[in-house]
């Protein structure tokens, strides 16, 4: 059996991950969210394209020593003004409005004593200078220029934009089709009658909501019960929806239980393993494998608090790498502990907890509960503390590694 580490895990997957061609296609940017993008992104025009101004005022033809200005109208945003300015005369212009021509200055509103409205006499009170508050054509870059780089993930900001460049479609990596396989006699639909022994299928929403985090939206999914009499045709169920998935995300079934039926399905398949146990705790039961199809195989833990750990330490980093971010990482700060841990640790532990920052330092708050089959604390983990093996008592002020898996709160 080939027990590794979480780094060697990584390590092993993008070696397996070498060989990996993207298929590139164009979506709409209003779906793009999460996608990697398979071309840089070049400016079709300056930008900004015209210089606009930067302030509510009034925009003049600069003249020294003038403080008295004829106001000939009005722009608002959107507006071009065709007529030509004379010195000593200004339009009041609006925030983000195109500069006319014969004009190299805007003043300020709160510079300005005067109606403004058009024929009336303005008096500018202050200093001012030619060129003040204009944003030039370019400023921001040229066209032509490369904006974003491929290989950048497509996220809310990153659709701005696109948007505000003027585009609607987008060349990327195709995101693959996911299978999600759920097993176990004892799991059971929500909505059913808990009866006793039976536990619900939280598994399932959690790798589905968590892929869909991800962007990962083509997702099928599919329970086996594990029980002896429903193998054979949950086996060739199984087959047949794995026709038409590129990554495969199973949860339970893949210890050394009695009825862990996982691997007679990977050997179905022709799956080659990668790993088949990974030392760390909780998660240690967990497996990876690749098909001669280039299908890639995760196993993870039934427990929801260990399946929880083996996604974000191993599978999120890897399916962010297999959708084109080749150098991603999990985000790692040394953090201030916040809570007192007493255990063995034959593995390195990794702790569910978060990651808060008061007085100027990142700490991290263990939850109470961190064990394998613990799910109702996992609302608020925001980061995973790794206790090196060997090291079996923590107290409050020691500092340790900490995985960021989120934003950060306030304390």
Same mark, same amino acid.
């Given at each position: ?11 092993l997957w993008d070696e397996a991950l070498q060989t990996q061609v993207h298929i590139v296609e164009t979506i709409d940017i209003k779906f793009a969210k999460g996608y990697v993008l398979a071309e840089d992104i070049i400016a079709p025009t300056d930008v900004p394209a015209f210089p606009k101004s930067a302030m509510d005022g009034y925009a003049i033809s600069f003249k020294a020593e003038c403080n008295e200005y004829i106001v000939d109208g009005i722009i608002g945003a959107g507006v071009v003004w065709k007529h030509p300015v004379a010195p000593g005369h200004a339009v009041r212009i609006m925030t983000g409005a195109p500069i006319p021509d014969t004009c190299d200055t805007v003043i300020m509103q709160e510079q300005v004593a005067g109606s403004g409205e058009p024929g009336t006499t303005i008096t ?11 944003? !030039? ?11 974003? !780089?491929?290989?950048?993930?497509? #996220? ?23 299978? =999600?396989? #759920? ?7 929500? /909505? ?70 996982? @691997? ?17 705790? @909780? ?7 690749? %098909?001669? +199809? ?8 039934? +427990? !929801? ?10 599978? =999120? ?8 971010? @080749?150098?991603?990482? %999990? @985000? *790692? ?19 569910? /907890? ?10 991290? *708050? ?24 060997? *090291? ?6 020691? %500092? ?12």
């Amino acid at each position: 059996m080939a027990v590794v580490t979480v780094e060697e895990a990584l390590r092993l997957w993008d070696e397996a991950l070498q060989t990996q061609v993207h298929i590139v296609e164009t979506i709409d940017i209003k779906f793009a969210k999460g996608y990697v993008l398979a071309e840089d992104i070049i400016a079709p025009t300056d930008v900004p394209a015209f210089p606009k101004s930067a302030m509510d005022g009034y925009a003049i033809s600069f003249k020294a020593e003038c403080n008295e200005y004829i106001v000939d109208g009005i722009i608002g945003a959107g507006v071009v003004w065709k007529h030509p300015v004379a010195p000593g005369h200004a339009v009041r212009i609006m925030t983000g409005a195109p500069i006319p021509d014969t004009c190299d200055t805007v003043i300020m509103q709160e510079q300005v004593a005067g109606s403004g409205e058009p024929g009336t006499t303005i008096t500018i009170q202050g200093k001012y200078k030619c060129g003040d508050h204009i944003i !030039p054509q370019g400023e921001e870059c040229s066209a032509g220029t490369t904006v974003i !780089p491929r290989g950048t993930e497509i #996220t809310s900001t990153v659709q701005t934009i696109l948007t505000g460049l003027g585009l609607t479609e987008v060349a990327v990596n195709a995101m693959p089709r996911v299978l =999600v396989l #759920t097993s176990g006699h004892e799991v059971i639909e929500p /909505g059913e009658s808990l009866t006793p022994g039976k536990i619900y299928n939280s598994n399932r929403a959690m790798i589905c909501g968590l892929l869909e985090d991800l962007g990962f939206h083509k997702i099928t999914h599919y329970h086996v019960s594990d029980a002896p009499e429903a193998l054979d045709s949950e086996i060739d169920h199984v087959m047949k929806l794995s026709e038409n998935a590129d990554v495969i995300i199973s949860s339970g079934g893949v210890s050394v239980g009695l009825f862990d039926t996982m @691997p007679l399905i990977y050997e179905k398949l022709g799956a080659k393993s990668i790993y088949e146990r990974i030392q760390m705790r @909780p998660g240690a039961a967990s497996y990876g494998a690749m %098909t001669p +199809n280039g299908q890639i195989i995760f196993g993870l833990s039934g +427990n !929801p608090g260990a399946a929880f750990n083996g996604w974000h330490l191993i599978v =999120v980093p890897t399916l962010k790498r297999y959708k084109g971010l @080749p150098n991603w990482t %999990t @985000p *790692v700060v040394a953090c201030v502990m916040d809570s007192e841990i007493f255990k063995r640790n034959a593995f390195d532990r990794y702790v569910q /907890g978060k990651v808060v920052f008061g007085g100027g330092a990142p700490h991290f *708050v263990a939850n109470r509960h961190f064990n394998s089959s613990s799910m109702l604390g996992l609302y608020t983990v925001n980061a995973l503390a790794c206790i090196p093996r060997g *090291v079996h008592e923590v107290r409050s002020g020691d %500092t340790f590694n900490v995985y960021l898996l989120e934003l950060l709160p306030a304390i």
